[in-house]
């Protein structure tokens, strides 16, 4: 498989962080259970969050294909 410039992250034990939300420098992201960072809709739990094509978490307004979302300064988007 083709490196697709993805970030890895540890924990400080050095566990590689899966299937979590990660803040890096203030910007948040959402590994998937394989370890690969997500693009586009994800759902955690009860929330949706979004992530652009460069896998940071959005916040705030949000035009996907023409229907307007307001996701909350944590990113999640409350159905």
Request: glycine share 16%; no cysteine.
């Given at each position: 498989m083709a490196n697709?410039?993805?970030?890895t992250?540890?924990?400080a034990?050095?566990?590689q962080l899966k299937g979590q939300r990660?803040?890096?420098g203030g910007v948040w992201y959402y590994i998937?259970?394989?370890g690969i960072m997500s693009t586009?809709?994800?759902k955690d739990g009860r929330n949706w969050y979004y992530l652009n094509g460069s896998a940071a978490m959005k916040t705030g307004w949000l035009n996907d294909n023409?229907?307007?979302?307001f996701l909350q300064p944590s990113?999640?988007?409350i159905r």
């Amino acid at each position: 498989m083709a490196n697709k410039g993805w970030v890895t992250f540890y924990n400080a034990s050095g566990n590689q962080l899966k299937g979590q939300r990660v803040n890096d420098g203030g910007v948040w992201y959402y590994i998937k259970a394989d370890g690969i960072m997500s693009t586009g809709w994800i759902k955690d739990g009860r929330n949706w969050y979004y992530l652009n094509g460069s896998a940071a978490m959005k916040t705030g307004w949000l035009n996907d294909n023409g229907t307007w979302y307001f996701l909350q300064p944590s990113g999640a988007w409350i159905r």
